[in-house]
């Protein structure tokens, strides 16, 4: 067995676990603050009944402001759709965080924006780079996880929700 094949399984193998693990496991309970600074439990920001897309995200991280730019262009449709609720997760540290509502503002988000200068919540959710985007079902459980952006990856997330709207 050559090396490529070798890593084609363990990444096969190891994505199934993945697969798996994210579909037992809920949002875990984590103090963050919201855009106005106030504290909450990120638990209370997924909606019972409500499918819900957490992104995480920093203001320095081009492909993550590409990837909220073309979720942010459907957005308003998925709503209507898949009765989704988006919840975009800044990971920028204290240094940056005074960015993120002028950049918010600028692009004109109007979805829930939850602050995570410590990467508490990252570390909890087992985010290691953004970004990262997770998809939690109607029931609360966190069923998809995807790590990376590309062009097209919001035509997948929009099949992972069809699929979860049947």
């Not at 070798?6 to 190891?14: E, G, K, L, P, Q």
């Not at 570390?123 to 780079?129: D, F, K, V």
Request: hydrophobic fraction near 40%; charge should be negative; glycine fraction near 6%.
């Amino acid at each position: 067995m050559n090396i490529k094949q070798s890593i084609a399984i363990m990444a096969f193998v190891f994505g199934g676990m993945l697969s798996l693990q994210a579909q037992t496991e809920t949002v875990p309970s984590v103090t963050v603050k919201n855009l106005n600074g106030e504290s909450v439990d990120f638990k209370n920001c997924i909606e019972p009944g409500k499918i819900t897309i957490i992104s995480f995200w920093a203001t320095w991280c081009a492909p993550c402001i590409k990837e909220l730019q073309a979720i942010d262009s459907k957005y308003a449709e998925w709503q209507e759709k898949y009765n989704v609720k988006l919840v975009a997760v800044t990971v920028d540290d204290s240094r940056n965080v005074k960015k993120v509502k002028p950049k918010v503002l600028g692009e004109g988000w109007t979805y829930e924006i939850i602050l995570d200068e410590n990467m508490d919540l990252a570390r909890a959710m087992n985010m290691n780079n953004p970004p990262m985007t997770f998809i939690v079902n109607a029931e609360g459980k966190i069923v998809y996880s995807h790590q990376g952006y590309t062009p097209g990856a919001e035509d997948e997330l929009e099949k992972e929700l069809a699929a979860l709207k049947k």
